[in-house]
Protein backbone atom coordinates (compact mmCIF):
# COMPACT_ATOMS: atom_id res chain seq x y z
CA UNK A 1 0.00 0.00 0.00
CA UNK A 2 3.01 2.55 0.38
CA UNK A 3 3.81 2.84 -3.63
CA UNK A 4 -0.12 3.01 -4.11
CA UNK A 5 -0.24 6.15 -1.55
CA UNK A 6 2.44 7.69 -3.15
CA UNK A 7 1.25 7.36 -6.01
CA UNK A 8 -2.44 9.16 -4.76
CA UNK A 9 -0.27 11.66 -3.15
CA UNK A 10 2.08 12.48 -6.27
CA UNK A 11 -1.37 12.99 -8.22
CA UNK A 12 -2.63 15.64 -6.15
CA UNK A 13 0.28 17.45 -5.83
CA UNK A 14 0.61 17.22 -9.16
CA UNK A 15 -2.47 19.72 -9.33
CA UNK A 16 -1.66 22.26 -7.60
CA UNK A 17 2.56 22.35 -8.25
CA UNK A 18 2.54 21.74 -11.92
CA UNK A 19 -0.72 22.08 -12.88
CA UNK A 20 -0.33 25.87 -11.14
CA UNK A 21 3.24 26.03 -13.48
CA UNK A 22 1.44 24.99 -16.77
CA UNK A 23 -1.23 27.68 -16.12
CA UNK A 24 1.31 30.36 -15.84
CA UNK A 25 2.79 29.33 -18.77
CA UNK A 26 -0.62 29.82 -20.60
CA UNK A 27 -1.15 32.66 -19.00
CA UNK A 28 -4.69 32.98 -19.21
CA UNK A 29 -6.75 36.41 -19.09
CA UNK A 30 -9.77 36.99 -16.89
CA UNK A 31 -10.22 40.30 -19.02
CA UNK A 32 -11.07 38.60 -22.40
CA UNK A 33 -14.10 37.57 -23.40
CA UNK A 34 -14.84 33.72 -23.72
CA UNK A 35 -16.82 32.32 -26.75
CA UNK A 36 -20.10 31.43 -24.85
CA UNK A 37 -20.12 34.97 -23.74
CA UNK A 38 -18.92 36.46 -27.01
CA UNK A 39 -21.79 35.05 -29.27
CA UNK A 40 -23.76 32.21 -27.09
CA UNK A 41 -26.09 30.48 -29.92
CA UNK A 42 -28.46 28.83 -27.19
CA UNK A 43 -27.36 25.23 -28.65
CA UNK A 44 -23.28 24.45 -28.31
CA UNK A 45 -21.94 28.26 -27.04
CA UNK A 46 -23.84 28.91 -23.62
CA UNK A 47 -22.30 29.54 -20.68
CA UNK A 48 -22.64 27.23 -17.89
CA UNK A 49 -21.71 27.14 -13.92
CA UNK A 50 -18.43 26.11 -13.63
CA UNK A 51 -18.55 23.17 -11.13
CA UNK A 52 -21.17 21.80 -14.06
CA UNK A 53 -18.31 22.28 -16.64
CA UNK A 54 -16.29 20.33 -13.98
CA UNK A 55 -18.71 17.16 -14.28
CA UNK A 56 -19.05 17.17 -17.42
CA UNK A 57 -15.51 17.60 -18.15
CA UNK A 58 -14.99 14.63 -15.76
CA UNK A 59 -17.35 12.35 -17.17
CA UNK A 60 -16.34 12.97 -20.75
CA UNK A 61 -13.45 12.23 -20.88
CA UNK A 62 -13.95 9.38 -17.85
CA UNK A 63 -15.24 6.31 -20.91
CA UNK A 64 -13.91 2.57 -20.14
CA UNK A 65 -10.84 3.77 -20.05
CA UNK A 66 -9.40 4.44 -16.71
CA UNK A 67 -11.24 1.78 -15.23
CA UNK A 68 -11.32 -1.48 -18.26
CA UNK A 69 -8.38 -0.02 -19.26
CA UNK A 70 -6.71 -0.08 -15.72
CA UNK A 71 -7.65 -3.45 -15.35
CA UNK A 72 -5.98 -4.96 -18.21
CA UNK A 73 -2.79 -2.49 -17.27
CA UNK A 74 -2.87 -4.90 -13.94
CA UNK A 75 -0.44 -7.14 -15.80
CA UNK A 76 2.08 -4.26 -15.36
CA UNK A 77 2.19 -4.18 -11.60
CA UNK A 78 3.80 -1.54 -10.10
CA UNK A 79 4.58 -0.20 -13.51
CA UNK A 80 1.17 0.89 -14.38
CA UNK A 81 0.84 3.33 -11.21
CA UNK A 82 4.05 5.17 -12.37
CA UNK A 83 2.41 5.79 -15.86
CA UNK A 84 -0.62 6.88 -14.38
CA UNK A 85 1.15 9.15 -12.30
CA UNK A 86 3.73 10.60 -14.90
CA UNK A 87 1.45 10.35 -17.40
CA UNK A 88 -1.37 12.42 -16.11
CA UNK A 89 0.88 14.97 -14.70
CA UNK A 90 3.34 15.52 -17.37
CA UNK A 91 1.30 14.56 -20.46
CA UNK A 92 -2.26 13.60 -20.14
CA UNK A 93 -3.36 17.06 -18.03
CA UNK A 94 -1.27 19.14 -19.58
CA UNK A 95 -2.82 17.73 -23.19
CA UNK A 96 -6.03 18.27 -21.70
CA UNK A 97 -5.60 21.89 -20.30
CA UNK A 98 -3.85 23.48 -23.85
CA UNK A 99 -6.12 22.11 -25.85
CA UNK A 100 -8.78 23.24 -24.00
CA UNK A 101 -7.23 26.91 -23.56
CA UNK A 102 -6.81 27.11 -26.79
CA UNK A 103 -10.11 26.49 -28.33
CA UNK A 104 -11.38 29.34 -26.32
CA UNK A 105 -8.47 31.48 -27.58
CA UNK A 106 -9.82 30.30 -30.98
CA UNK A 107 -13.41 30.97 -30.43
CA UNK A 108 -13.97 27.65 -29.61
CA UNK A 109 -12.30 25.87 -32.44
CA UNK A 110 -12.60 22.05 -32.49
CA UNK A 111 -9.65 20.13 -32.64
CA UNK A 112 -8.80 19.63 -36.08
CA UNK A 113 -9.19 23.22 -36.93
CA UNK A 114 -6.51 23.85 -34.05
CA UNK A 115 -4.28 21.51 -35.87
CA UNK A 116 -4.23 22.84 -39.03
CA UNK A 117 -3.53 25.92 -37.82
CA UNK A 118 -0.26 24.74 -36.76
CA UNK A 119 0.49 21.88 -38.36
CA UNK A 120 -1.12 23.02 -41.75
CA UNK A 121 -4.17 22.89 -44.13
CA UNK A 122 -2.96 19.38 -45.18
CA UNK A 123 -2.45 18.19 -41.46
CA UNK A 124 -6.17 19.53 -40.87
CA UNK A 125 -7.90 17.41 -43.51
CA UNK A 126 -6.22 14.29 -42.37
CA UNK A 127 -6.37 14.65 -38.96
CA UNK A 128 -10.02 15.68 -39.27
CA UNK A 129 -11.55 12.74 -41.26
CA UNK A 130 -8.97 10.55 -38.19
CA UNK A 131 -10.73 12.45 -35.45
CA UNK A 132 -14.36 11.86 -37.02
CA UNK A 133 -13.19 8.05 -37.31
CA UNK A 134 -12.02 7.70 -33.71
CA UNK A 135 -15.30 9.84 -32.66
CA UNK A 136 -17.70 6.91 -34.66
CA UNK A 137 -15.30 4.61 -32.98
CA UNK A 138 -15.67 5.45 -29.21
CA UNK A 139 -19.66 5.90 -30.18
CA UNK A 140 -19.77 2.31 -31.20
CA UNK A 141 -17.58 0.98 -28.43
CA UNK A 142 -18.78 2.77 -25.20
CA UNK A 143 -22.07 1.27 -26.66
CA UNK A 144 -21.50 -2.68 -25.56
CA UNK A 145 -19.85 -1.95 -22.35
CA UNK A 146 -22.33 -0.47 -20.38
CA UNK A 147 -25.32 -2.42 -22.46
CA UNK A 148 -23.44 -5.75 -21.09
CA UNK A 149 -23.41 -4.30 -17.10
CA UNK A 150 -27.09 -2.69 -17.84
CA UNK A 151 -28.09 -6.44 -19.02
CA UNK A 152 -26.32 -8.32 -16.57
CA UNK A 153 -28.37 -5.99 -13.81
CA UNK A 154 -31.70 -6.24 -15.00
CA UNK A 155 -34.27 -9.01 -15.51
CA UNK A 156 -33.36 -10.84 -18.78
CA UNK A 157 -36.04 -9.70 -20.62
CA UNK A 158 -34.28 -6.80 -20.97
CA UNK A 159 -31.35 -8.05 -22.84
CA UNK A 160 -27.76 -6.81 -24.40
CA UNK A 161 -29.76 -5.98 -27.19
CA UNK A 162 -32.50 -3.71 -25.23
CA UNK A 163 -29.90 -1.71 -23.92
CA UNK A 164 -28.13 -0.92 -26.62
CA UNK A 165 -30.72 0.09 -28.14
CA UNK A 166 -32.07 2.16 -25.06
CA UNK A 167 -28.19 3.97 -24.99
CA UNK A 168 -28.12 4.11 -28.50
CA UNK A 169 -31.60 6.45 -28.58
CA UNK A 170 -29.94 8.34 -25.72
CA UNK A 171 -26.89 9.16 -27.82
CA UNK A 172 -28.75 10.71 -30.84
CA UNK A 173 -30.70 12.91 -28.13
CA UNK A 174 -27.98 14.03 -26.10
CA UNK A 175 -26.00 14.83 -30.25
CA UNK A 176 -28.92 16.73 -31.32
CA UNK A 177 -30.61 18.81 -28.81
CA UNK A 178 -28.90 22.13 -26.54
CA UNK A 179 -25.95 21.22 -24.28
CA UNK A 180 -27.94 22.13 -21.06
CA UNK A 181 -31.22 20.31 -22.23
CA UNK A 182 -30.27 16.87 -21.43
CA UNK A 183 -26.23 16.83 -21.02
CA UNK A 184 -25.94 20.03 -18.36
CA UNK A 185 -29.27 18.16 -16.46
CA UNK A 186 -27.56 14.57 -16.23
CA UNK A 187 -24.33 14.77 -15.76
CA UNK A 188 -24.19 15.85 -12.16
CA UNK A 189 -26.35 13.04 -11.22
CA UNK A 190 -23.83 10.12 -13.14
CA UNK A 191 -20.77 12.11 -11.36
CA UNK A 192 -22.01 11.55 -8.29
CA UNK A 193 -22.38 8.20 -9.18
CA UNK A 194 -18.55 7.48 -10.04
CA UNK A 195 -17.34 9.36 -7.90
CA UNK A 196 -18.92 7.53 -4.88
CA UNK A 197 -17.56 4.63 -6.87
CA UNK A 198 -13.88 5.76 -6.97
CA UNK A 199 -14.12 6.82 -3.01
CA UNK A 200 -15.87 3.34 -2.11
CA UNK A 201 -13.04 1.35 -3.78
CA UNK A 202 -10.22 3.70 -2.33
CA UNK A 203 -11.62 3.28 0.77
CA UNK A 204 -11.91 -0.55 0.81
CA UNK A 205 -8.53 -0.49 -0.19
CA UNK A 206 -7.39 0.64 3.21
CA UNK A 207 -10.21 -1.48 4.64
CA UNK A 208 -8.94 -4.25 3.56
CA UNK A 209 -5.22 -3.44 2.96
CA UNK A 210 -4.28 -6.47 0.46
CA UNK A 211 -0.98 -6.93 -0.46
CA UNK A 212 -0.33 -4.89 -3.39
CA UNK A 213 2.77 -4.85 -5.67
CA UNK A 214 5.23 -2.16 -3.75
CA UNK A 215 7.59 -0.79 -6.72
CA UNK A 216 10.69 -2.11 -4.39
CA UNK A 217 9.85 -5.69 -5.62
CA UNK A 218 10.48 -4.22 -9.18
CA UNK A 219 7.97 -3.72 -12.48
CA UNK A 220 5.64 -5.51 -13.72
CA UNK A 221 4.91 -8.86 -12.63
CA UNK A 222 5.50 -12.78 -12.99
CA UNK A 223 2.12 -12.74 -14.70
CA UNK A 224 3.21 -10.22 -17.36
CA UNK A 225 2.15 -11.79 -21.23
CA UNK A 226 3.54 -8.58 -23.08
CA UNK A 227 6.32 -6.19 -23.52
CA UNK A 228 5.37 -3.00 -21.06
CA UNK A 229 7.04 -1.16 -23.82
CA UNK A 230 4.73 -0.02 -25.49
CA UNK A 231 2.23 -2.00 -24.31
CA UNK A 232 1.14 -0.94 -20.76
CA UNK A 233 1.15 2.47 -22.55
CA UNK A 234 -1.73 2.27 -24.98
CA UNK A 235 -3.68 -0.31 -22.31
CA UNK A 236 -3.76 2.55 -20.00
CA UNK A 237 -4.75 5.55 -22.15
CA UNK A 238 -7.50 7.29 -20.70
CA UNK A 239 -5.99 6.93 -17.13
CA UNK A 240 -2.91 8.58 -18.09
CA UNK A 241 -3.36 10.47 -21.78
CA UNK A 242 -5.77 10.24 -24.33
CA UNK A 243 -6.18 12.04 -27.64
CA UNK A 244 -9.85 11.51 -27.11
CA UNK A 245 -9.92 14.23 -24.65
CA UNK A 246 -8.24 16.91 -26.87
CA UNK A 247 -11.64 16.27 -29.04
CA UNK A 248 -14.10 16.56 -25.79
CA UNK A 249 -12.23 20.04 -24.31
CA UNK A 250 -13.52 22.63 -26.85
CA UNK A 251 -16.84 21.54 -25.88
CA UNK A 252 -16.66 22.92 -22.58
CA UNK A 253 -14.27 25.69 -24.07
CA UNK A 254 -17.68 26.57 -25.65
CA UNK A 255 -19.16 26.88 -22.30
CA UNK A 256 -16.91 28.54 -20.00
CA UNK A 257 -17.34 32.34 -18.65
CA UNK A 258 -13.74 33.02 -17.40
CA UNK A 259 -10.28 31.54 -19.07
CA UNK A 260 -8.72 31.25 -15.28
CA UNK A 261 -10.96 28.22 -14.59
CA UNK A 262 -9.40 26.37 -17.17
CA UNK A 263 -6.82 24.72 -14.60
CA UNK A 264 -9.47 23.32 -12.64
CA UNK A 265 -11.82 22.41 -15.59
CA UNK A 266 -9.20 20.96 -17.63
CA UNK A 267 -6.22 19.79 -15.89
CA UNK A 268 -7.88 19.01 -12.55
CA UNK A 269 -10.09 16.62 -14.79
CA UNK A 270 -7.78 14.78 -15.66
CA UNK A 271 -6.38 14.50 -12.66
CA UNK A 272 -9.68 13.27 -11.26
CA UNK A 273 -9.73 10.93 -14.24
CA UNK A 274 -5.96 9.77 -13.02
CA UNK A 275 -7.00 8.93 -9.62
CA UNK A 276 -9.81 7.31 -10.50
CA UNK A 277 -7.45 4.87 -13.26
CA UNK A 278 -4.88 4.63 -9.92
CA UNK A 279 -7.64 3.46 -8.25
CA UNK A 280 -8.77 0.54 -10.37
CA UNK A 281 -5.19 -0.49 -11.11
CA UNK A 282 -4.93 -1.31 -7.58
CA UNK A 283 -7.80 -3.32 -7.21
CA UNK A 284 -7.28 -5.15 -10.47
CA UNK A 285 -3.85 -5.84 -9.53
CA UNK A 286 -4.83 -7.49 -6.17
CA UNK A 287 -7.62 -9.63 -8.05
CA UNK A 288 -4.84 -10.41 -10.57
CA UNK A 289 -4.71 -14.62 -10.66
CA UNK A 290 -2.09 -17.00 -11.61
CA UNK A 291 -3.76 -17.82 -15.14
CA UNK A 292 -4.41 -14.09 -16.12
CA UNK A 293 -6.28 -11.44 -15.49
CA UNK A 294 -8.98 -13.08 -13.51
CA UNK A 295 -11.56 -12.95 -10.04
CA UNK A 296 -10.89 -14.99 -7.05
CA UNK A 297 -14.39 -14.96 -5.11
CA UNK A 298 -14.96 -14.98 -1.31
CA UNK A 299 -16.24 -18.45 -2.29
CA UNK A 300 -12.81 -19.21 -3.79
CA UNK A 301 -14.08 -19.39 -7.24
CA UNK A 302 -12.03 -18.27 -10.05
CA UNK A 303 -14.15 -16.49 -13.00
CA UNK A 304 -12.74 -15.54 -15.98
CA UNK A 305 -11.23 -12.48 -17.05
CA UNK A 306 -13.69 -9.74 -18.49
CA UNK A 307 -13.13 -5.94 -17.74
CA UNK A 308 -17.17 -5.45 -17.26
CA UNK A 309 -17.14 -8.50 -15.21
CA UNK A 310 -13.40 -8.07 -12.87
CA UNK A 311 -15.71 -4.54 -12.01
CA UNK A 312 -18.68 -6.27 -11.01
CA UNK A 313 -17.41 -8.45 -8.79
CA UNK A 314 -15.14 -6.51 -6.76
CA UNK A 315 -18.28 -3.74 -6.66
CA UNK A 316 -20.32 -6.39 -5.50
CA UNK A 317 -17.77 -7.84 -2.50
CA UNK A 318 -16.13 -4.95 -1.16
CA UNK A 319 -19.33 -2.47 -1.52
CA UNK A 320 -22.03 -4.62 -0.86
CA UNK A 321 -25.54 -4.41 -2.69
CA UNK A 322 -26.39 -1.04 -2.01
CA UNK A 323 -22.57 0.51 -2.76
CA UNK A 324 -22.50 -2.23 -5.46
CA UNK A 325 -25.65 -1.16 -7.17
CA UNK A 326 -24.34 2.92 -7.10
CA UNK A 327 -20.56 1.73 -7.80
CA UNK A 328 -22.09 -0.28 -11.10
CA UNK A 329 -24.03 3.28 -12.17
CA UNK A 330 -20.90 5.46 -12.13
CA UNK A 331 -19.37 2.63 -14.55
CA UNK A 332 -22.29 2.52 -16.48
CA UNK A 333 -22.33 6.42 -16.77
CA UNK A 334 -19.00 6.66 -17.22
CA UNK A 335 -18.95 5.22 -20.84
CA UNK A 336 -22.57 6.14 -21.52
CA UNK A 337 -21.42 9.64 -21.15
CA UNK A 338 -18.28 9.65 -23.41
CA UNK A 339 -19.84 7.93 -26.19
CA UNK A 340 -22.86 10.95 -26.32
CA UNK A 341 -20.03 13.63 -26.44
CA UNK A 342 -18.33 11.96 -28.92
CA UNK A 343 -21.33 12.09 -31.12
CA UNK A 344 -21.48 15.30 -30.43
CA UNK A 345 -18.13 16.40 -30.88
CA UNK A 346 -18.04 14.46 -34.75
CA UNK A 347 -21.27 17.01 -35.52
CA UNK A 348 -19.48 19.99 -34.10
CA UNK A 349 -16.02 18.97 -36.47
CA UNK A 350 -18.01 18.20 -39.55
CA UNK A 351 -19.82 21.55 -39.20
CA UNK A 352 -16.98 23.65 -38.21
CA UNK A 353 -15.25 22.08 -41.43
CA UNK A 354 -17.94 22.68 -44.02
CA UNK A 355 -18.96 26.26 -41.93
CA UNK A 356 -22.26 24.90 -41.58
CA UNK A 357 -23.98 26.97 -38.51
CA UNK A 358 -25.53 24.96 -36.10
CA UNK A 359 -28.64 26.82 -34.67
CA UNK A 360 -31.05 25.19 -37.19
CA UNK A 361 -32.19 21.71 -36.14
CA UNK A 362 -32.65 20.76 -39.64
CA UNK A 363 -28.78 21.33 -40.30
CA UNK A 364 -27.47 19.74 -37.11
CA UNK A 365 -30.04 16.60 -38.56
CA UNK A 366 -28.28 16.42 -41.69
CA UNK A 367 -24.95 16.21 -40.33
CA UNK A 368 -25.74 13.51 -37.95
CA UNK A 369 -27.64 10.96 -40.07
CA UNK A 370 -24.50 9.79 -41.85
CA UNK A 371 -23.01 9.41 -38.34
CA UNK A 372 -25.34 7.58 -36.81
CA UNK A 373 -25.57 5.36 -39.80
CA UNK A 374 -21.53 4.89 -39.74
CA UNK A 375 -21.60 4.15 -35.91
CA UNK A 376 -24.73 1.68 -36.18
CA UNK A 377 -22.70 -0.46 -38.91
CA UNK A 378 -19.64 -0.53 -36.68
CA UNK A 379 -21.76 -1.61 -33.72
CA UNK A 380 -23.02 -4.34 -36.02
CA UNK A 381 -19.83 -5.73 -37.13
CA UNK A 382 -18.23 -5.60 -33.17
CA UNK A 383 -21.73 -7.90 -32.59
CA UNK A 384 -21.48 -10.55 -35.09
CA UNK A 385 -18.44 -11.40 -34.45
CA UNK A 386 -17.01 -12.93 -30.95
CA UNK A 387 -13.67 -11.29 -31.93
CA UNK A 388 -15.49 -7.84 -33.31
CA UNK A 389 -15.65 -5.75 -29.78
CA UNK A 390 -11.74 -6.76 -29.10
CA UNK A 391 -10.47 -6.06 -32.47
CA UNK A 392 -12.61 -2.77 -32.36
CA UNK A 393 -11.51 -1.59 -28.96
CA UNK A 394 -7.45 -2.36 -30.54
CA UNK A 395 -7.75 -0.09 -32.92
CA UNK A 396 -9.76 2.55 -31.16
CA UNK A 397 -6.82 2.68 -28.32
CA UNK A 398 -3.95 3.15 -30.59
CA UNK A 399 -5.85 5.41 -32.99
CA UNK A 400 -6.57 7.30 -29.74
CA UNK A 401 -3.36 7.44 -28.88
CA UNK A 402 -1.90 8.73 -32.27
CA UNK A 403 -4.37 11.54 -31.66
CA UNK A 404 -2.31 12.73 -28.49
CA UNK A 405 0.40 12.72 -30.49
CA UNK A 406 -0.85 14.93 -33.21
CA UNK A 407 -2.35 17.68 -30.20
CA UNK A 408 0.96 17.49 -28.58
CA UNK A 409 3.19 18.66 -31.67
CA UNK A 410 0.57 21.04 -32.36
CA UNK A 411 0.52 22.64 -28.67
CA UNK A 412 4.24 22.47 -28.85
CA UNK A 413 4.53 24.66 -32.20
CA UNK A 414 2.30 26.85 -30.49
CA UNK A 415 4.31 27.37 -27.40
CA UNK A 416 7.63 27.91 -29.93
CA UNK A 417 6.08 30.69 -31.78
CA UNK A 418 5.05 32.44 -28.64
CA UNK A 419 8.41 32.29 -27.20
CA UNK A 420 7.10 29.73 -24.38
CA UNK A 421 8.21 26.76 -22.81
CA UNK A 422 7.97 24.13 -25.53
CA UNK A 423 9.92 21.21 -24.00
CA UNK A 424 6.57 20.70 -21.48
CA UNK A 425 4.78 19.54 -24.62
CA UNK A 426 8.06 18.29 -26.89
CA UNK A 427 9.16 15.68 -24.48
CA UNK A 428 5.78 13.92 -24.13
CA UNK A 429 4.99 14.35 -27.74
CA UNK A 430 8.06 12.44 -28.43
CA UNK A 431 7.41 9.66 -26.28
CA UNK A 432 4.05 9.52 -27.44
CA UNK A 433 4.59 9.25 -30.95
CA UNK A 434 7.86 6.61 -29.79
CA UNK A 435 4.81 4.30 -28.18
CA UNK A 436 2.50 4.57 -30.91
CA UNK A 437 4.66 3.96 -34.01
CA UNK A 438 6.41 0.82 -32.17
CA UNK A 439 2.74 -0.50 -31.24
CA UNK A 440 1.62 -0.19 -34.93
CA UNK A 441 4.22 -2.23 -35.94
CA UNK A 442 4.46 -4.74 -33.32
CA UNK A 443 0.94 -5.80 -32.46
CA UNK A 444 -1.25 -7.77 -34.13
CA UNK A 445 -3.42 -5.91 -35.48
CA UNK A 446 -1.02 -3.58 -36.88
CA UNK A 447 2.35 -5.16 -38.87
CA UNK A 448 3.35 -8.29 -36.41
CA UNK A 449 6.73 -6.93 -36.86
CA UNK A 450 9.56 -8.64 -34.46
CA UNK A 451 10.51 -6.67 -31.30
CA UNK A 452 13.71 -5.39 -32.32
CA UNK A 453 11.72 -4.75 -36.08
CA UNK A 454 9.25 -2.44 -34.08
CA UNK A 455 12.01 -0.50 -31.18
CA UNK A 456 14.06 0.42 -34.18
CA UNK A 457 11.30 1.68 -36.65
CA UNK A 458 10.21 3.44 -33.28
CA UNK A 459 12.77 4.76 -32.87
CA UNK A 460 13.39 6.20 -36.19
CA UNK A 461 10.60 7.78 -36.27
CA UNK A 462 10.92 9.56 -33.16
CA UNK A 463 14.34 10.69 -34.33
CA UNK A 464 12.86 11.92 -37.74
CA UNK A 465 9.63 13.97 -35.50
CA UNK A 466 12.77 15.79 -33.46
CA UNK A 467 14.77 16.82 -36.80
CA UNK A 468 11.94 18.05 -38.44
CA UNK A 469 11.31 20.17 -35.32
CA UNK A 470 14.90 21.36 -35.00
CA UNK A 471 14.85 22.56 -38.85
CA UNK A 472 11.19 23.78 -38.22
CA UNK A 473 12.73 25.87 -35.46
CA UNK A 474 15.27 27.35 -37.58
CA UNK A 475 13.60 28.28 -39.76
CA UNK A 476 10.96 30.32 -37.69
CA UNK A 477 13.84 31.81 -35.93
CA UNK A 478 15.77 33.51 -39.66
CA UNK A 479 12.91 34.14 -40.89
Request: contains cysteine; charged residues 10%; glycine residues 10%.
Amino acid sequence: MVTFTLALALLIGGYFIYGRYIERVFSPDSNRKTPAVAHPDGVDFIVLPNWKIFMIQFLNIAGLGPIFGAIMGAQFGTASYLWIVLGTIFAGAVHDYFSGMLSIRKDGESLPEIVGRYLGGTTKQIFGVFTIILMVLVGAVFVSGPAELLAGMTPMSMDMLFWIIVIFIYYMLATLLPIDKIIGRIYPIFAIALLFMAIGILVMLYVKNPPLPEMWNGFGTKYESSPIFPMMFISIACGAISGFHATQSPLMARCMKNEKNGRPIFYGAMVAEGIVALIWAAAATYFFGENGISYVNEQGQTVGYSGAMVATQISKDWLGSLGSILALLGIVAAPITSGDTALRSARLIVADFLHIEQKSIYKRLMICIPIFLATIAILIYSMSDAEGFKIIWRYFAWCNQTLAVFTLWAITVYLTLKKKNYFITLLPALFMTCVCSTYICMANEGFGLPAIWGYSIGGICTLIGLLLFIRWKKQVITA
